[in-house]
DNA sequence: ATGGCGCAGCCACTGCGA
C-alpha cells in the first residue's frame, strides 16, 4: 500500500507539534502540504527528517507556501505555476517514483467583485494549462491542494444560500472540470458519491461542531492512479484538538493505493 | 438574536484566510 494525502496546515511553523502527531499516527508515503507561512531558509527539514521524511518547498515569507514530503527521495520538477508566479509561492511539482506529484494552493478570491477573483480565475486558468502539461509526462499524475472551489452543491453545507458567491460560481466550478477534462478524477468523488464529508470548517461560531463545511482540499489524479486507489479518508479527526494543540481549520485527505 | 478564530509580522495593530 501507499498512502497519499494532501494537508492544509495553516502556518507548518504554529502546526508543527499537531503535524508531527499526524505523520507519526498516519505515515503517509507522500503528502502534499499547503499554506507553509514561511520562507525555505526557515522551513524545519530536520524535524521531518527526523519523522522520516524527505521535503521538497517551495516558500515565502507570511503567505502561501507548498510542499512535498516523501519517504523515499524526489526530484523537484517545478516551483512556481508558470505564468502566475506573481502570486506567490503556491505550486511545487516533485517525481517520486512513479508518481508525478504536484501540491497546489489556489487562491481565496475574497469576493466576486474583489480584484482578487479575477487573479483566481487567472491563476486556474494557468493551472489546466499546467496539468494538461505534467498529463504528458510518464509518471502516475496526483494535483493534491486546497483548490479554494466546492466544485458540486454537495461540496458545500449552504449551496442554495452561497449560490455564486465566491468558491460557488459557474466560472470556479468550471476551471474544476477543465482539469478533469485532461483526464483527471476527483478521487474522493469517485470512491464516495454520496459522500457528504467536508475538508474544511471555520474556525469561528463553532462552525466545526454545527457542520458548517466545505471540501475544497482535493486529490484530483490520472486513470492509473485511480486504477490503484483502494479508499480515500477525511480525516475530520485532524480537525479536532489534539493534546493541546490547535488544528488547522483543514482535515487532510488520504488515498490509499494498492502497490 | 448575534457573534463567537487564528496566523505572521511586528509591537499595537493590520492583512489575510474561506
Known amino acids: 500500500m501507499t498512502s497519499v494525502a494532501t494537508f492544509n496546515v495553516n502556518s507548518v511553523k504554529a502546526r508543527l507539534a499537531f503535524v508531527q502527531h499526524w505523520l507519526e499516527a498516519r505515515q503517509p508515503d507522500v503528502a502534499c502540504l499547503q499554506e507553509l507561512k ?3 531558509e526557515n522551513f524545519p527539514f530536520d524535524v521531518f527528517e527526523a519523522a522520516g521524511y524527505h521535503a521538497y518547498v517551495h516558500g515565502q515569507p507570511r503567505w502561501n507556501g507548498v510542499a512535498v ?12 505555476l508558470p505564468g502566475a508566479e506573481d502570486q506567490g509561492a503556491r505550486l511545487i511539482t516533485v517525481r517520486v517514483g512513479e508518481l508525478d506529484v504536484t501540491s497546489v494552493y489556489v487562491p481565496n478570491g475574497k469576493t466576486v467583485e474583489h480584484e482578487d ?12 494549462d499546467y496539468v494538461g502539461e505534467r498529463t504528458k509526462s510518464d ?15 454537495r461540496d458545500s453545507h449552504a449551496p442554495e444560500r452561497l449560490a455564486g458567491h465566491i468558491f460557488h460560481t459557474k466560472a470556479e466550478r468550471d476551471a474544476i472540470d477543465g482539469l478533469l477534462a485532461h483526464g483527471l478524477h476527483d478521487l474522493y ?5 454520496e459522500g457528504p ?26 486513470d492509473a492512479v485511480l486504477a490503484r486507489t483502494k479508499g480515500v479518508l477525511i480525516d475530520r479527526d485532524y480537525r479536532k484538538k489534539k493534546e493541546g494543540e490547535t488544528p488547522s481549520d ?10
Not at 117 to 128: A, D, I, N, P, Q
Not at 197 to 219: E, P, Q, T, V
Not at 250 to 258: C, G, I, R, S
Request: proline share 4%.
Open 117 to 128: 477573483y479575477g487573479h483566481k480565475l487567472t491563476f486556474l486558468e494557468r493551472l489546466v
Open 139 to 153: 509518471g502516475q499524475v496526483i494535483v493534491g491542494g486546497d483548490y479554494n472551489i466546492c466544485h458540486r452543491d
Open 197 to 222: 464529508m467536508f475538508s474544511w470548517w471555520d474556525y469561528r461560531a463553532g462552525a466545526f461542531h454545527k457542520n458548517h463545511g466545505l471540501r475544497i482540499d482535493l486529490l484530483l489524479a490520472d
Open 250 to 259: 483543514h482535515a487532510p485527505v488520504t488515498a490509499e493505493l494498492d502497490g
Open 38 to 40: 514561511l520562507e525555505e
Open 189 to 193: 468523488r469517485e470512491k464516495e458519491p
Open 69 to 80: 514530503l516523501s519517504k523515499t527521495p524526489g526530484e523537484v520538477v517545478q516551483k512556481g
